[in-house]
C-alpha cells in the first residue's frame, strides 16, 4: 500500500502532494486531469434537469425505501466485485433495476422513493462493501456500481413521469476511512496489544479507529507520549480509498481527531472513567440520561467523535465546512433534480449546523425551481425529546419517528398497553393535556413544507412513521407473527405523517440486522390461479438460481393435489426445463403452488440466462438475477389452448385504493409474496 502523508501541506497543497506522490502513474495523472475542476462533469453528464415542484402534500405520500444495491440488477455491464452470496459484498443492484421495477411499485401505491445514498464509497473495508452508500470518499461522483448520472436523472424523470418522488439519501457526518492516525509515528497504520495480562492490563489500539480521547487522539512511543497523533491520508486506488473529493476535504483541520464513539451500551461506567460521575451516581438506578454530566458528556461524543468502524467526524462547526457541504448536496438537487433530503446520522452534528444547513439548502431548490423540499432526518435512538429537538428553530422539516417505532413493537410484539402510544403522541400533538411537554416543533420552518393549499406545516405534522430499516432488524425478525405486521402497516397508513415502508416488507421479508435484512438463502412459496384451460407438457422455475431446491404443486391443500415437479436441493439446473411424464390438464379455478428453497446464484452466470428458448411465457422481463417468480409454460403447439397465470394469489397493496397485483421477490435472497390482506394495509 503507498501512503500518503498530507499532514504537513495546507489546504489544496495537499491534493498536489497526494498526487506527487505517485506522479509516475499514468491513469493518476488522467485522473486528475479528468476530476481538477473539483466538481460535476456537466459536460459528461449532459444538461442538467430543468427542476419542477411536483409534491402537493408530502403527508398524502406512501414513501417506499430502496437499498439500490439489494433491489433488482438492471445492467450487468456494472456488475464490479458483485457476489450475490456474500452478504457483506455488492450484489449488483442499480438504478436500471429499480427503473425496470417502477411499474410494480406503481401498483403497489408507492409514490415517492427514497433511494440510497448515490456518491462514490470506499470500495471495502475490512472485507465489508459500501454498498449501502454511507462510506464517502467523492461527494462529486455517482456510484459506479449504480449506473452513471445519466441513468440516475433517467430514474428520476421516469418517478416523476409516475408522479412518484425521489428523496435522496445524504450524510454530513463523517467520511469513509479515508485516514488513520499515526499513533506510534512509525508511518504504517497498526493494531497493537500491549501489557501483559498479569502485572499490567493488556490493551488493544487500531489506528484505523482508535478510542475517544477528548484532547484529540495522542501518539505514543517507546519513549512515551508525543503530543497529537497525525494523520495519514492512505492511497488506495484500487479501492477507492484516496483523499476525498472536493480536495478541500482532505484538510486536516476539517475533522475532529477524537477517536471512535466509545459510550454506547456503557454509558454511565464511561462517564464514570471519564470523571463526570461519581461511584454512588454510577452504581444508582439512575437513568444515565437523567444525570445531566453523563448526559452531556455521552452527547459530546456522539457529535465529536468518529462512528465506529473508522468513519471519521467532519468538524461540521466551521463555516467553510458547512459551506462545502451545502455546495455538494445543492448541487445534487439542481443536477438531478430530488424532491427531498433524508439526512443520515443528524444527532451526531451539532444543533447549529441545521441552522444553517436547512435553510441554505431550501434557498437552493426554490432558486432552482424545486419548492416544498422535505429534508428529514435519522437520529437512531429512543430518545423523544432528542428526536425532536431536531424539528425546532429553523433546522428539520421532520425525523425519523424512532420512539414511536419501539413502541409499536412493544405494544403489537409485546402486548404493551397501547396507552403508551396515546402517552408518546401527547408529547408531539399539541392541545392533548393541560401542561404537556411538546418535543417537537409547533412553527413550520421559513421556506419549508407546505400543504395543497400552500398552508406552511409544523414539524410535529410531518414525522415520517416506519416500523423496519436498513439499521435494525425486519419487523417479521424472530416473530413471524404476519396478522402482527398488518396491524402495524395499518396503523402505519392510518396515523398522521407520513408512512414510510422499507423494501421487502410488503413481500415479509424477515432477516435479522444488517447486512442480514435482506436475507440470503430463503424458502418461498407463490401460488397462481389458473385462468384458462390448457395443457403442460413442460416446467421451469423462472429464477435463473443455483443452489436451488424445487417443488410445484397442482391444486395444493385438495383431493386433486398433485406434485408436478419435486427436484431436491442442489440439483436444480436453473438452463434446464423439466419434461413431465405426462402432459397435464388445467382448468380454470386450479391452482398451481411453487415452492423453493435456494440462494442467489452467480452473477458471472447472468449469459446462460440468454440462451433460454424464447417460447416460454414469462412473468417478468428476464433481466433480473435474483427472482424466485413463477413458471415457464409450454403447450402443445398444435393447440390453440393456453395458461392465464397473471398474477400469484394476494400481494399487498399501500395506500387506500390502490390495486396493487403480486409483488415478485426482487431482492436477492428475497422473500414471500403475501397473502389476501385488508385493501388499507401496506422500509422505513
Not at 500500500?1 to 504537513?8: A, E, H, P, V, W
Not at 424539528?391 to 398497553?417: E, H, R, W
Request: net charge negative; glycine share 10%.
Amino acid at each position: 500500500m503507498d501512503r500518503i502523508t498530507m499532514r504537513d501541506a495546507p489546504g489544496e497543497d495537499r491534493q498536489a502532494a497526494a498526487r506527487g506522490a505517485c506522479a509516475g502513474a499514468l491513469a493518476l495523472i488522467a485522473l486528475a486531469a479528468a476530476a481538477s475542476t473539483g466538481c460535476f462533469n456537466a459536460d459528461k453528464a449532459g444538461q442538467a434537469p430543468r427542476l419542477t415542484t411536483v409534491v402537493k402534500d408530502w403527508r398524502d405520500e406512501v414513501v417506499y425505501q430502496v437499498l439500490i444495491d439489494r433491489f433488482a440488477n438492471g445492467d450487468a455491464n456494472n456488475d464490479t466485485n458483485v457476489k450475490p452470496r456474500d452478504a457483506a459484498a455488492y450484489h449488483g443492484g442499480d438504478y436500471q433495476g429499480l427503473i425496470d421495477r417502477l411499474d410494480y411499485l406503481a401498483d403497489l401505491g408507492v409514490t415517492a422513493l427514497w433511494i440510497s445514498p448515490v456518491v462514490k464509497n470506499v470500495e471495502e473495508d475490512a472485507g465489508v462493501a459500501g454498498y449501502h452508500g454511507y462510506w464517502a470518499q467523492d461527494f462529486t461522483e455517482v456510484n459506479p456500481h449504480f449506473g452513471d448520472l445519466p441513468k440516475l436523472r433517467e430514474l428520476v424523470d421516469k418517478a416523476h413521469a409516475r408522479n412518484m418522488k425521489v428523496i435522496l439519501d445524504i450524510v454530513t457526518n463523517h467520511i469513509g476511512q479515508l485516514f488513520y492516525y499515526d499513533i506510534n509515528r512509525n508511518g504504517q497504520p497498526d493494531e497493537q496489544l500491549m501489557g501483559s495480562g498479569t502485572s499490567s492490563p493488556i490493551t488493544r489500539t487500531t489506528e484505523w479507529d482508535p478510542d475517544f480521547d477528548e484532547r484529540g487522539v495522542q501518539s505514543f512511543t517507546s519513549l512515551g507520549p508525543s503530543g497529537p497523533a497525525p494523520l495519514v491520508w492512505v492511497w488506495q486506488p484500487e479501492i477507492s480509498r484516496v483523499p476525498p473529493w472536493p480536495p478541500e476535504f482532505a484538510n486536516d483541520d476539517w475533522y475532529h481527531k477524537m477517536g471512535r464513539v466509545t459510550v454506547w451500551g456503557r454509558e454511565k461506567q464511561a462517564c464514570f472513567d471519564a470523571g463526570r460521575i461519581t461511584a454512588a451516581e454510577r452504581d444508582s438506578d439512575a437513568y444515565w440520561g437523567s444525570l445531566a454530566a453523563c448526559h452531556d458528556y455521552v452527547r459530546m461524543q456522539e457529535m465529536l467523535g468518529d462512528f465506529p468502524g473508522g468513519l471519521k467526524d467532519i468538524k461540521t462547526e466551521l463555516p467553510e465546512v458547512r459551506q462545502a457541504l451545502i455546495d455538494v448536496y445543492a448541487t445534487w438537487i439542481e443536477q438531478a433534480g430530488f424532491d427531498g433530503f433524508r439526512i443520515d446520522t443528524i444527532k451526531h452534528v451539532e444543533p447549529d449546523f441545521w441552522r444553517t444547513f436547512c435553510p441554505a439548502i431550501r434557498q437552493r431548490a426554490a432558486a432552482a425551481g424545486k419548492t416544498n423540499f422535505l429534508i428529514f432526518g435519522e437520529a437512531f435512538d429512543g430518545d423523544d425529546e432528542l428526536i425532536g429537538s431536531f424539528t425546532k428553530d429553523d433546522m428539520l422539516d421532520s425525523v425519523f419517528y424512532f420512539s414511536q417505532k419501539f413502541v409499536i413493537d412493544d405494544v403489537i410484539k409485546n402486548g404493551a398497553p397501547t396507552r403508551r402510544l396515546e402517552d408518546l403522541w401527547k408529547t408531539r400533538i399539541p392541545n392533548q393535556d393541560a401542561g404537556q411537554t411538546l418535543h417537537y416543533g409547533t412553527n413550520p420552518q421559513p421556506g419549508g413544507v407546505v400543504d395543497a393549499s400552500g398552508t406552511p406545516l409544523p414539524p410535529w405534522r410531518l414525522t415520517v412513521n416506519f416500523l423496519d430499516n436498513h439499521d435494525l432488524p425486519r419487523f417479521l425478525y424472530q416473530n413471524q407473527d404476519r396478522p402482527g405486521l398488518h396491524i402495524a402497516l395499518a396503523l402505519l397508513l392510518t396515523m398522521d405523517g407520513i408512512p414510510c415502508v422499507y423494501y421487502g416488507t410488503e413481500q415479509d421479508f424477515s432477516g435479522g440486522n444488517d447486512p442480514a435484512n435482506p436475507p440470503q438463502g430463503t424458502t418461498t412459496s407463490c401460488t397462481w390461479h389458473i385462468g384458462t384451460a390448457g395443457y403442460i407438457v413442460r416446467v421451469a422455475p423462472h429464477m435463473h438460481l443455483i443452489g436451488t431446491s424445487m417443488k410445484i404443486t397442482l391444486n395444493p391443500g385438495t383431493s386433486k393435489s398433485s406434485v408436478l415437479m419435486n427436484v431436491p436441493k442442489y440439483n436444480f439446473d436453473y438452463q434446464k426445463a423439466y419434461n413431465l411424464k405426462k402432459w397435464v390438464k388445467v382448468t380454470p379455478g386450479e391452482t398451481v403452488k411453487v415452492s423453493c428453497t435456494y440462494n442467489p446464484r452467480l452473477a458471472q452466470e447472468l449469459p446462460a440466462l440468454r440462451k433460454l428458448p424464447p417460447h416460454y411465457i414469462t412473468w417478468g422481463d428476464g433481466s433480473s438475477d435474483e427472482m424466485c417468480l413463477g413458471l415457464m409454460w409450454e403447450v402443445p403447439q398444435n393447440s390453440h389452448a393456453k395458461v392465464d397465470w397473471a398474477h400469484p394469489t394476494g400481494g399487498l397493496t399501500l395506500g387506500g385504493g390502490h390495486q396493487g397485483g403480486g409483488a415478485p421477490a426482487w431482492e436477492h435472497g428475497s422473500g414471500t409474496p403475501t397473502a389476501s390482506t385488508p385493501s388499507s394495509t401496506t422500509t422505513g
